[in-house]
Protein backbone atom coordinates (compact mmCIF):
# COMPACT_ATOMS: atom_id res chain seq x y z
CA UNK A 1 0.00 0.00 0.00
CA UNK A 2 1.12 3.54 -0.79
CA UNK A 3 1.67 5.81 2.30
CA UNK A 4 -0.50 8.40 0.59
CA UNK A 5 -3.08 6.00 0.38
CA UNK A 6 -2.32 4.30 4.32
CA UNK A 7 -2.56 7.98 5.29
CA UNK A 8 -5.78 8.39 3.63
CA UNK A 9 -7.24 5.00 5.44
CA UNK A 10 -5.68 6.33 9.36
CA UNK A 11 -7.17 9.64 8.44
CA UNK A 12 -10.93 8.11 7.35
CA UNK A 13 -10.69 5.34 10.50
CA UNK A 14 -9.69 8.06 12.95
CA UNK A 15 -12.50 10.73 11.82
CA UNK A 16 -14.75 7.69 12.14
CA UNK A 17 -13.56 7.14 15.59
CA UNK A 18 -13.79 10.96 16.81
CA UNK A 19 -17.26 11.11 15.20
CA UNK A 20 -18.56 8.58 17.59
CA UNK A 21 -20.85 9.32 20.39
CA UNK A 22 -19.28 8.88 23.68
CA UNK A 23 -20.98 6.94 26.26
CA UNK A 24 -21.90 9.54 29.38
CA UNK A 25 -21.69 8.96 32.88
CA UNK A 26 -23.35 5.96 34.65
CA UNK A 27 -26.06 7.62 36.95
CA UNK A 28 -25.79 6.19 40.34
CA UNK A 29 -28.68 5.65 42.01
CA UNK A 30 -28.90 3.73 45.98
CA UNK A 31 -27.05 0.14 44.47
CA UNK A 32 -27.85 0.68 40.98
CA UNK A 33 -26.46 2.49 37.61
CA UNK A 34 -28.32 3.07 34.21
CA UNK A 35 -26.11 4.92 31.33
CA UNK A 36 -28.15 7.78 29.91
CA UNK A 37 -28.67 8.04 26.11
CA UNK A 38 -26.33 9.75 24.91
CA UNK A 39 -27.50 11.98 22.39
CA UNK A 40 -27.64 15.54 23.01
CA UNK A 41 -31.37 16.21 22.73
CA UNK A 42 -32.27 14.04 26.41
CA UNK A 43 -33.02 16.60 28.77
CA UNK A 44 -33.38 15.83 32.10
CA UNK A 45 -37.07 16.44 33.37
CA UNK A 46 -37.39 15.14 36.92
CA UNK A 47 -34.62 14.16 39.47
CA UNK A 48 -34.20 13.17 43.34
CA UNK A 49 -32.73 10.42 45.58
CA UNK A 50 -34.69 7.61 44.04
CA UNK A 51 -35.75 8.80 40.58
CA UNK A 52 -34.78 10.33 37.56
CA UNK A 53 -36.87 11.05 34.26
CA UNK A 54 -35.26 11.90 30.88
CA UNK A 55 -37.01 12.72 27.94
CA UNK A 56 -36.55 13.88 24.18
CA UNK A 57 -39.47 15.29 21.49
CA UNK A 58 -39.41 12.94 19.03
CA UNK A 59 -39.42 13.63 14.91
CA UNK A 60 -42.83 13.99 14.89
CA UNK A 61 -45.63 16.51 16.33
CA UNK A 62 -46.76 15.38 19.90
CA UNK A 63 -44.26 12.80 19.61
CA UNK A 64 -41.97 12.05 23.02
CA UNK A 65 -39.52 9.53 24.28
CA UNK A 66 -38.87 8.95 27.87
CA UNK A 67 -36.14 6.77 29.99
CA UNK A 68 -37.17 6.49 34.00
CA UNK A 69 -35.52 4.90 36.80
CA UNK A 70 -36.97 4.67 39.99
CA UNK A 71 -35.59 3.08 43.28
CA UNK A 72 -39.11 0.52 44.58
CA UNK A 73 -39.63 -1.41 47.63
CA UNK A 74 -40.58 -4.93 46.12
CA UNK A 75 -41.75 -7.74 48.79
CA UNK A 76 -40.69 -10.59 49.88
CA UNK A 77 -41.27 -13.67 47.18
CA UNK A 78 -40.81 -16.83 46.89
CA UNK A 79 -40.45 -17.72 43.65
CA UNK A 80 -39.91 -15.82 40.00
CA UNK A 81 -42.94 -16.67 39.09
CA UNK A 82 -44.33 -15.14 42.41
CA UNK A 83 -41.90 -11.65 41.25
CA UNK A 84 -43.49 -11.83 38.09
CA UNK A 85 -47.45 -11.55 39.41
CA UNK A 86 -46.76 -8.73 41.84
CA UNK A 87 -44.93 -6.60 38.80
CA UNK A 88 -48.23 -7.37 36.62
CA UNK A 89 -50.58 -6.75 39.23
CA UNK A 90 -48.65 -3.47 40.04
CA UNK A 91 -48.31 -2.42 36.37
CA UNK A 92 -52.43 -3.30 35.83
CA UNK A 93 -53.21 -0.94 39.23
CA UNK A 94 -51.42 1.54 37.97
CA UNK A 95 -53.17 1.85 34.40
CA UNK A 96 -56.57 1.00 35.74
CA UNK A 97 -58.33 4.44 34.86
CA UNK A 98 -60.24 5.92 32.39
CA UNK A 99 -57.40 7.97 30.91
CA UNK A 100 -56.06 4.48 29.45
CA UNK A 101 -56.85 1.55 27.10
CA UNK A 102 -55.03 -0.98 27.38
CA UNK A 103 -54.28 -3.37 24.39
CA UNK A 104 -51.07 -5.26 25.93
CA UNK A 105 -49.51 -5.99 29.16
CA UNK A 106 -47.02 -9.08 28.92
CA UNK A 107 -44.63 -9.48 31.99
CA UNK A 108 -42.40 -12.41 32.41
CA UNK A 109 -38.77 -13.19 33.89
CA UNK A 110 -35.43 -11.74 32.77
CA UNK A 111 -32.17 -12.67 33.70
CA UNK A 112 -30.05 -9.89 33.68
CA UNK A 113 -25.94 -10.20 35.13
CA UNK A 114 -27.11 -13.05 37.19
CA UNK A 115 -30.29 -11.74 39.08
CA UNK A 116 -33.99 -13.07 38.33
CA UNK A 117 -35.46 -9.68 37.04
CA UNK A 118 -39.44 -8.95 35.27
CA UNK A 119 -39.45 -7.38 31.91
CA UNK A 120 -42.63 -5.99 31.12
CA UNK A 121 -44.65 -4.85 27.69
CA UNK A 122 -47.12 -2.47 27.28
CA UNK A 123 -49.04 -0.98 24.44
CA UNK A 124 -51.90 1.26 25.33
CA UNK A 125 -54.02 4.14 24.12
CA UNK A 126 -54.10 7.82 26.33
CA UNK A 127 -57.03 10.22 26.04
CA UNK A 128 -56.52 13.21 26.56
CA UNK A 129 -57.23 16.95 25.34
CA UNK A 130 -55.50 18.95 23.56
CA UNK A 131 -54.59 22.46 24.23
CA UNK A 132 -57.60 25.15 23.16
CA UNK A 133 -60.34 22.49 22.11
CA UNK A 134 -62.00 20.16 24.45
CA UNK A 135 -61.34 17.62 21.35
CA UNK A 136 -60.28 14.25 23.00
CA UNK A 137 -57.15 12.81 21.75
CA UNK A 138 -55.98 9.19 21.23
CA UNK A 139 -52.21 9.09 21.57
CA UNK A 140 -50.39 5.72 21.18
CA UNK A 141 -48.54 4.45 24.70
CA UNK A 142 -45.45 1.83 24.07
CA UNK A 143 -43.11 1.04 26.62
CA UNK A 144 -40.55 -1.55 27.86
CA UNK A 145 -39.87 -2.17 32.09
CA UNK A 146 -37.53 -3.84 33.50
CA UNK A 147 -37.72 -4.13 37.22
CA UNK A 148 -34.73 -5.46 39.56
CA UNK A 149 -34.34 -7.06 43.15
CA UNK A 150 -30.60 -5.26 44.09
CA UNK A 151 -28.30 -8.95 44.58
CA UNK A 152 -27.79 -7.90 47.98
CA UNK A 153 -30.92 -6.44 49.04
CA UNK A 154 -33.99 -8.18 47.13
CA UNK A 155 -36.78 -5.56 49.10
CA UNK A 156 -34.78 -2.70 47.31
CA UNK A 157 -35.54 -2.85 43.17
CA UNK A 158 -35.54 -0.44 40.57
CA UNK A 159 -37.96 0.34 38.15
CA UNK A 160 -36.81 1.24 34.73
CA UNK A 161 -39.12 2.12 32.05
CA UNK A 162 -38.00 3.11 28.02
CA UNK A 163 -41.40 4.69 26.97
CA UNK A 164 -42.70 6.26 23.09
CA UNK A 165 -45.99 8.22 23.11
CA UNK A 166 -46.99 8.92 19.71
CA UNK A 167 -49.99 9.33 17.87
CA UNK A 168 -51.11 6.00 15.92
CA UNK A 169 -49.52 7.06 12.25
CA UNK A 170 -46.06 7.63 13.67
CA UNK A 171 -45.46 4.47 15.55
CA UNK A 172 -41.91 2.95 15.29
CA UNK A 173 -40.95 -0.13 14.17
CA UNK A 174 -37.51 0.12 15.80
CA UNK A 175 -38.98 1.07 19.39
CA UNK A 176 -38.93 -2.26 20.97
CA UNK A 177 -35.05 -3.01 19.62
CA UNK A 178 -34.45 0.79 20.73
CA UNK A 179 -35.99 -0.34 24.09
CA UNK A 180 -34.25 -3.81 25.31
CA UNK A 181 -31.18 -1.68 24.71
CA UNK A 182 -31.66 1.34 26.71
CA UNK A 183 -33.19 -1.05 29.61
CA UNK A 184 -30.26 -3.27 29.42
CA UNK A 185 -28.16 -0.88 30.82
CA UNK A 186 -29.09 -1.00 34.61
CA UNK A 187 -26.27 -2.61 36.58
CA UNK A 188 -25.57 -3.24 40.09
CA UNK A 189 -23.77 -1.50 42.57
CA UNK A 190 -22.70 -2.20 45.96
CA UNK A 191 -24.99 -0.40 48.19
Same mark, same amino acid.
Request: proline share 8%; glycine share 4%.
Given at each position: ????? +? =???????? !? =??????? @???????????????? /???? %?????????? %???????????????????? /? *???????? @???????????????????????? @??????????? $????? +? @??????????? =??????? %??? *???? $????????? !???????????????????????????????????
Amino acid at each position: MKPAC +I =AWVLCALL !G =ACASQPK @EPPKILMQGFAIVPPA /EKEW %VVANRTATVI %VLGKAGRFSGQTLTLSAAIV /E *LPPVASPA @ELVRHVESMQRKRLDSPRYKLFTL @EASEYALKGQT $CVISR +I @EMAERTTTAGT =ASPVNMR %VES *LTLI $CPHPDKPSR !GMDMTYAHRHFPEDADANFWQEAAVRVQSLAFEPL
